[in-house]
């Protein structure tokens, strides 16, 4: 995994897989992301950007739009993936 720190981008193709970023600034830059390997993104900043899916995410992501439109059942199930996990209580310890 390459990793790019700090880094002020303008313009341009970013292809995410594989790659981390921390700390970035990203300005008018087209994003591509094909689900082939991890990303990290760590405090990064985007200013007019757009993303792109293809390969295995572009079909996740139309298999997840496809579902979500299929009514309040699939839309319930979509929404379900994307909430956030609460985090988990600590246990208390007793004496």
Known sequence: MATFNNST???GRIALD???YV???FKKC??????TAPVKLGKC???SCTWEFEGAAA???AFLKGLHD???GGKAVVDDIFRPVPPKKAKSKSK
């Open 9 to 11: 981008v303008e313009g």
């Open 18 to 20: 594989g790659n981390e």
């Open 23 to 25: 700390g970035c600034t």
């Open 30 to 35: 087209v994003f591509v992301f094909g689900g």
């Open 45 to 47: 900043s985007f200013v």
């Open 59 to 61: 079909q996740t992501i």
């Open 70 to 72: 299929q009514g309040s």
